[in-house]
């Protein structure tokens, strides 16, 4: 018994055979991904006979029920799946010391796990300057935050920021130093050039480094160190020169501020928006609303964001 075979070009055939073949394959209609049957456009018969399809050409013999066939199926019905997936698009407005960007970050990556088999989703992070007149040299954190909000205030944040860090299973601290985001922001816009997922691991890198390791993200070697981690290239040379992604960060922090108070701020397929760090479920639900082009309610109730005048 020969095992199955997947080709690109099926193999020749006499013209009786070609005759059986005409009539177009019908579409697949999945059940199972073990159940042979419910897949009509593979043919089981003592000849070996196969039919084509938009994705795959499978050639099958009667009684070829092995582990070999199966992953063979399991791959093309996840292919079918993923090819009828809508795209969602989601850009994030945000900065790298706002504690409710995290929160916000982790809450959209479990609605996007929940919406998987349905959606691919694509996020983009867009800037977003709390304190534009931040020093480059930085000043240390919590002398800062005593100095704007006051003890009793500043404990407040504090407090309510650890208890959802703490959800999430972070530590949130206090130590170290904040200032200029503006460094940071422009190797964002660097690694989103190389693809959205090393900007996305490195804006991770960042909240992770200045909300639980007490790392300075105004400091080029931390910056560095973050973006060698996650793979993004270029990065020592670029933000030696103050011009690069300069232009570029300071254009796109003007688009997309416009009506914004507080981050973190999601707009999800350029029109539904959901501002603060909302629970997954508000994503699932402007994702739902974004495929159908519903309006959404989902940014009715604004939770967790930052301001220029603090975080609440």
């Known amino acids: 018994m020969q095992p199955m075979h997947l080709t690109k070009h099926p193999p ?12 177009p394959c019908p579409p697949p209609q999945y059940k199972s991904t073990r159940d042979l049957t419910a897949i009509p456009h593979i043919t089981l018969s ?6 084509r ?8 013999t009667a009684g070829e029920i092995d582990r070999s066939r199966e992953r063979v199926i399991d791959r093309y019905i996840i292919m079918a799946m993923a090819s009828a997936r809508k795209v969602i698009r989601v850009d994030v407005t945000s ?14 990556e479990q609605a996007v796990a929940a919406v998987k088999d349905k959606y691919e989703v694509e996020v983009e992070w867009h800037p977003f300057f709390l304190n534009p007149e931040a020093p480059v040299e930085g000043v240390n954190k919590v002398e800062h935050w005593r100095a704007k909000f006051g003890e009793g205030r500043m404990q407040m944040i504090v407090d309510r920021v650890a208890g959802a860090f703490a959800s999430l299973g ?9 200032g200029s985001t503006l460094d940071s922001h422009r190797l964002l816009w660097l690694a989103g050039r190389q693809g959205l997922e090393k900007q996305n691991a490195l804006v991770e890198e960042l909240f992770l480094d ?20 996650v793979g993004v290239e270029g990065g020592e040379a670029f933000l030696a020169d103050p011009q690069a992604g300069l232009k570029e960060v300071l254009a796109e922090e003007r ?14 397929n350029g029109r539904y928006q959901i501002s603060g760090a909302q629970p997954p479920e508000a994503f699932v639900e402007a994702f739902e609303a974004a495929a159908k082009s519903q309006k959404s309610e989902a940014n009715d109730a604004p939770t967790g964001a930052c301001t220029r005048d603090g975080c609440q």
């Open 46 to 51: 003592k000849h070996r006979t196969s039919c």
């Open 170 to 178: 972070y530590r949130y601290s206090m130590g170290g130093m904040t």
């Open 12 to 23: 020749r055939r006499t013209k009786s055979h070609h005759r059986h073949l005409r009539t």
């Open 255 to 268: 688009k997309f501020k416009r009506g914004v108070s507080g981050v973190p701020h999601f707009v999800i």
């Open 53 to 60: 399809h938009n994705l795959l050409d499978v050639t099958v």
């Open 95 to 108: 900065d790298t010391v706002c504690p409710w960007c995290l929160v916000g970050k982790k809450h959209l």
């Open 210 to 229: 200045y909300f639980t390791r007490e790392k300075y993200i105004g400091d080029r070697k931390v910056l560095l160190a973050a973006a060698d981690k």
